[in-house]
């Protein structure tokens, strides 16, 4: 079954929706970005959420101790590290890692072997003018993840949407997938709606691939 996170949750219903909807992992923000979240806000939500969904903390090229004190203090799970971090960086993190990766070409197994990491996010690279790594809407051409398809700790991202999401997860065959913007309305808040739509479609696809693999066995 894919995973799905939902990333860039800035309050308490968003993460609900989150929740309510069935998602593997949510995303709080740490780094500079219109989605950032204060460790205050990050602690309250994080207080009040079960242990059915993963909170995950975003970071972009902080330093080890703020990340380790700010995954502490917040009761994070996982540390998500979007910018140049180093294999031996995420050495020294305390919890589990996904790194992010900007996808500027075809990636190659061997480009995974020096990471100790739990996995991996590939995204779109950041465009010109944009305020954050990730959640910009942007993809890109999937058919440079052909080596590593079909691996379960590779995450998807990058510009999906409840109209991509099957294509995608059909083209990567994915751990899990990554949403932020192709969720939210034009305010850019989280939509109860988009998120309920959007796992609807990761299902949906998940049953259609289950029953022809099963096709192909009778």
Avoid at 99 to 120: C, D, E, H, M, Y
Avoid at 126 to 134: C, L, M
Wanted: hydrophobic residues 40%; proline residues 5%.
């Amino acid at each position: 079954m894919t995973r799905v996170k939902i990333c860039g949750i800035k309050t308490i219903q968003e993460a609900k929706y989150a929740c309510d909807y069935g998602a593997w992992a949510i995303g709080e923000v740490f780094a500079p970005s219109p989605r950032r979240i204060s460790i205050e806000d990050a602690l309250h939500i994080n207080r009040q959420l079960d242990n059915s969904v993963l909170k995950i903390g975003v970071f972009v090229d902080e330093s080890i101790e703020r990340v380790n004190h700010v995954a502490d203090t917040c009761g994070l799970d996982m540390v998500q590290l979007h910018g140049n971090e180093t294999p031996d960086y995420v050495k020294q993190i305390n919890k589990p890692v996904l790194k992010s990766i900007a996808v500027r070409g075809p990636v190659t197994i061997n480009f995974l072997k020096p990471w100790q990491a739990w996995g991996f996010i590939f995204d779109a690279p950041r465009p010109a003018g944009a305020k954050a790594n990730g959640g910009n809407g942007v993809t890109f051409p999937w058919e440079w993840l052909d080596a590593i398809k079909g691996r379960q700790d590779v995450f998807l991202a990058g510009g999906l949407t409840v109209q991509n999401v099957d294509s995608a997860i059909r083209r990567v065959l994915p751990g899990g997938v990554d949403v932020s913007s192709g969720v939210e309305d034009f305010r850019g808040d989280k939509d109860a709606e988009k998120i309920a739509a959007f796992m609807a479609q990761v299902r949906e696809t998940d049953r259609d691939m289950a029953g022809r693999g099963r096709e192909k066995h009778e």
